[in-house]
């Protein structure tokens, strides 16, 4: 196969990619082969008790719908709430053999005790929103969800101690999502500037460094290096690069991508130091991978106040063509303080970009503004992540809430173990401590 390949190094890895998988396709159906495609970043497994769960509670959604209008063409009307988590159990009790609903029968008392939820409310929230009629409200994220999302959140990502407070979380399609809304934001909010600079930890997920280059932002960067030979921590000379006042913010992806090496306490404590001299430094962390480490600390969870945390679904429940991720920051941040100490000028601006939407926007936050951005303000009215996206949201949060011997977060962890041994031993290598 004569190609000339050279012309394709301007073309983004994962364009490459694309373009190597059809000279696969076709050279695996030439020689009646198999190839395996490892350029996608989903697992091949999938969490299926929450699907099982979701796909049932659908169809008790669609007799609720059918109790209020049933049509003889197929129209039904909305879910009502009175009396409907008395339905439900009553539902499960009669199908009480179909895939899912041992799962319900548990998931509805568990968070009813958990959060305090008022059953019905929780309970209708799912079945209008499965069914999917309305626009998100609140369009940032729905008030049960938010609540056992963020209690998730702090499993999956905060460790301990837990942070104090609360942090507000918007729901969003994926991770690649909450990057191009976050920024968005950090650009409109005058937060950062064409030709600021930033840091980026690297080894690192490439769009990162291709998004700092385009006209949109026109950022300049420093790279902060993590040694292979330091096991992809960050050495003292690396972390004191953001000691310089000009580096604005630090953007991270933890555990590390492509080296799947999570922060050392030493490290996060590094990062501590810097921050006591810079707490004016922003961290942005995409800790997607986070879950696939027993105990996980995000700096969302150490430095609550300085992080933006981004968070997907995708690779830990086998989701990623379901776009499930969070942009969470919490109550206390620099954000909304560095947005309230902007001079009069940019503030005006500010006022006239969001005047449409508060009678004080100036006392919208940060994470509010990211929403109204996400949806270019003036369709701010339309935002949030669809309803049925955010019932699935709920049911694998819960899934893993609930799982307290945590027996699904070992099963995923033996795969990937299983697979690393069986790849080293492929390769006949040996690897070291």
Known sequence: MDINLKQYEKLGPFEIKDFVAKLATKSAQENSLSYLNAGRGNPNWVATEPRDAFFLFGQF???????????????????????????LETWLN?????????????????????????????????????????YPVPDRM???????????LLWAMCGNPRP??????????????????????LKSNRILNPGDTIALG???????????????????????????????QYPDEEIKKLLDPKVKAFFIVNPGNPFAVALSPETIKQIGA????????ILLTDDVYGTFVPGFRSLMGEFPRNTLGVYSYSKYFGCTGWRLGT????????????????????????????????????KLAFIDRI??????????????????????????????????????????????????EATIEGLDIEVGP
């Open 94 to 134: 009669k199908h009480d053999d179909m895939p899912g609903a041992s799962f319900l029968q548990a998931m509805v008392p568990w968070a009813v005790k958990k959060f305090g939820f008022d059953p019905d409310k929780f309970v209708h929230e799912l079945a209008d929103s499965i069914i999917g009629d309305h």
């Open 371 to 420: 929403v109204a951005d996400s949806r270019d303000v003036a369709l701010n009215h339309t935002a949030g992540l669809s309803l049925p996206q955010q019932v699935m949201m709920s049911m694998f949060s819960l899934s893993e809430l609930m799982d307290a011997k945590k027996d699904y977060q070992k099963a995923c962890l033996g795969i990937c173990k299983k697979r690393v």
């Open 164 to 185: 104090k407070g609360t942090y507000k979380i918007y729901a969003v399609e994926g991770g690649t999502a909450a990057m191009c809304y976050t920024f968005k934001s």
């Open 61 to 87: 959604a669609v007799t609720e719908s059918k109790r209020v209008l049933d049509l003889p063409p197929g129209v039904g009307g909305m879910p009502k709430a009175k009396g409907i988590a008395g339905r």
């Open 274 to 281: 810097v921050l006591k001299k810079r707490p004016d430094l």
């Open 202 to 232: 690297v080894p690192i997920f490439t769009p990162y460094l291709e998004m700092a280059h385009l006209e949109d932002y026109d950022l300049h960067f420093v790279e902060v290096h993590a040694k292979q030979e330091q096991k992809f």
């Open 142 to 152: 729905l008030v049960h969800n938010e609540q056992v999302v963020h209690e998730y």
């Open 327 to 362: 942009i969470a920051i919490h109550e206390d941040n620099i954000f909304d303080e560095m947005i309230a100490k902007h001079p009069e000028s940019i503030t005006k601006k500010l006022d006239k970009r969001y005047g449409t939407l508060t009678l004080e926007p100036r």
